[in-house]
């Protein structure tokens, strides 16, 4: 049995299928990943900071306006569409196998396929809002408004909802996720090394039958997984759906 039927008939047989993914759910939508050898922090990109510095708190304290534009240049695709794994999970959900995707990811591109029950543990580009008057932007509104987005109420800087380096992830979300996968009796991993925390130490909570793992890369929870497909996460959902639901 390849691996495509394996995952079929595990979707098949699921009635609780839990998605972690990370930035390799979206490379093939055309928005780079961060620690591959084509990652955006393996990128020599000309400037004196390190592109991790560049999205930590302090950087968009200190050097606002560089932030900025380095935000604008790598981390929005206004163009970008979901791929076929997005719309495969989506079509997960409304099949009602999937019950919920928690993404490191912030480009909302599940949402935009029609996953409706998305946690986004890392924010998303899409919101935005005043430091001081909480007022809400969208996207285009960072984009379009240079060199540094200011409140149109107050004149307040306008920042990403986005979670940088430095900063915690939001509580209530990590505890919607824990349950989330607490309760799963499948956990699907795709596109992430599982190499940041505290993100990556969601799996230990996972008590279920399945765990599979669809990433490009080996990561450190291989060894573990009962079903390890190394190849495009976008053609093996896609597949795999497809194949799980003509034979249901």
Known sequence: MDDIVKLADILHKSKNIVFFGGAGMSTESG?????????????KLGRQFSPEEMVSHSFFLDHTEEFYSFYREHLIYPQARPNDGHKALAQLERQGKLKAVITQNIDGLHQLAGSTNVIELHGSVLRNYCMECHEA????????HRPVPCC???GGI??????????????????????????????????????????????????GQNLVIIN???????????????????????SAVEKAFSEM
């Open 216 to 238: 490009k890369d080996t990561t450190k929870a291989d060894e573990d997984a009962d079903l390890v497909i190394h190849d495009s996460i976008g053609k093996v959902l896609k």
């Open 31 to 43: 928005i780079p990943d961060f620690r591959s050898s084509k990652g955006l922090y393996n990128q």
């Open 152 to 154: 149109k109420a107050c």
């Open 158 to 207: 306008v920042k990403p909802d986005v979670v940088l380096y430095e900063e915690p992830l939001d509580n209530e979300l990590l505890e919607k996720a824990v349950r989330a996968i607490g309760e799963a009796d499948t956990l699907i991993i795709g596109g992430t090394s599982l190499v940041v925390y505290p993100a990556a130490g969601l799996i230990k909570y996972f008590r």
């Open 137 to 144: 932007y969208d996207a285009a509104y960072v984009v379009e």
